[in-house]
């Protein structure tokens, strides 16, 4: 059964961190575009971050450069999201998600999604 499972989201005052995780099963993300995607109360689901399958290339949305970094375990079949300086706009539930083209377009896999939630 293919499956993207994320996990890591929770509370998290302003100013702190917190990091993501997918774990894979059913497939190797060897070969996929992986990234992540965000979806805040009321807004759309918008792009955060993205690892090329081509040459591992990162590209991430102007709105968290700096202060998010996304990589991949290939032995683990896992990635991740470390979130660092973390600011209440950042609330939103976190999705990971898997393409088989070179980039992440229209994802073939999604995970089921982890709230991050960012108050004081």
């Known amino acids: 059964q293919v499956q993207l499972v994320e996990s890591g989201g929770g509370l998290v005052q302003p100013g702190g961190s917190l990091r993501l995780s997918c774990a894979a099963s059913?497939?190797?993300?060897?070969?996929?575009?992986i990234g992540w995607f965000r979806q805040a109360p009321g807004k759309e689901r918008e792009g955060v971050s993205c690892?090329?399958?081509?040459?591992?290339?990162?590209y991430y949305a102007d709105s968290v450069k700096g202060r998010f970094a996304t990589s991949r375990d290939k032995a683990k079949n896992m990635i991740f999201l470390q979130m660092h300086s973390l600011k209440p706009e950042d609330t939103a539930v976190y999705y990971c998600a898997a393409d088989s083209a070179s980039v992440i377009q229209l994802p073939d896999y999604w995970g089921q999604g982890t709230l991050v939630a960012v108050s004081s």
């Open positions: 690892i090329s399958s081509s040459d591992g290339s990162t």
């Open positions: 059913g497939f190797t993300l060897d070969y996929y575009a």
